[in-house]
T-cell receptor, first 114, second 113 residues
Framework: KAGVTQTPRYLIKTRGQQVTLSCSPI?????VSWYQQTPGQGLQFLFE???????NKGNFPGRFSGRQFSNSRSEMNVSTLELGDSALYLC?????????????FGPGTRLTVL | QKEVEQNSGPLSVPEGAIASLNCTYS??????FFWYRQYSGKSPELIMF????GDKEDGRFTAQLNKASQYVSLLIRDSQPSDSATYLC?????????????FGRGTSLIVHP
């Protein structure tokens, strides 16, 4: 069974631009969660989508948004990029939503904002 | 905001020894607890999860949960150099009706030959 895939793997953008990241979950998984990982803040939860609906949301500004398609693939968008948005963005898939489900992470997208 | 605390380390142990990693959490209502391993430059990989008080064993790994004291630990027996990585503790506290996965900053483990 194929794992979680993320594209692109690396991105370089400049301040003020926007970016869209993509995540394909493990086949059969309907939940996709997004995380931001930085050396200073560690791994922080952005949001979770399940069956095309946002189920949970972390404490990030509205510049961070996402969506999920009917095939469970998910995209995350960051608008008006700031230098502080430079991070590793990870998505994780799970079979179901809720607090007790194990998550499987993709390889991540390394975003650099100049 | 709910917190998950881990000692950043590094924790250095000789090959073959037992490595003990600890994690404390602030939300008493948390129900599920996870340990992830993250090698440098890689994404986190789930090692174990535990929901009930007590011990859960899987091969060389044992997770221990004590909800009354609000801590969860991971023991690695017969540590190998390949176990050298950062270990992340994760908790799913309920905030405002939603589960917000919360990770500790991780403990760096070094297993030396």
């Amino acid at each position: 069974k194929a794992g979680v895939t993320q594209t692109p793997r690396y991105l370089i953008k400049t301040r003020g631009q926007q970016v869209t990241l993509s995540c394909s979950p493990i086949s059969g998984h309907r939940s996709v969660s997004w995380y931001q990982q930085t050396p200073g803040q560690g791994l922080q939860f952005l949001f979770e989508y399940f069956s095309e609906t946002q189920r949970n949301k972390g404490n990030f500004p509205g510049r961070f948004s996402g969506r999920q398609f009917s095939n469970s693939r998910s995209e995350m968008n960051v608008s008006t990029l700031e230098l502080g948005d430079s991070a590793l963005y990870l998505c994780a898939s799970s079979a179901a939503s809720g607090g007790s489900n194990e998550q499987f992470f993709g390889p991540g997208t390394r975003l650099t904002v100049l | 905001q709910k917190e998950v605390e881990q000692n950043s380390g590094p924790l250095s142990v000789p090959e073959g020894a037992i490595a003990s990693l600890n994690c404390t959490y602030s939300d008493r209502g948390s129900q599920s607890f996870f340990w992830y391993r993250q090698y440098s430059g890689k994404s986190p990989e789930l090692i174990m999860f535990i929901y009930s008080n007590g011990d859960k064993e899987d091969g060389r790994f044992t997770a221990q949960l004590n909800k009354a004291s609000q801590y969860v630990s991971l023991l690695i027996r017969d540590s190998q150099p390949s176990d050298s990585a950062t270990y992340l503790c994760a908790v799913n506290p309920l905030e405002g009706g939603s589960y917000i996965p919360t990770f500790g900053r991780g403990t760096s483990l070094i297993v030396h030959p």
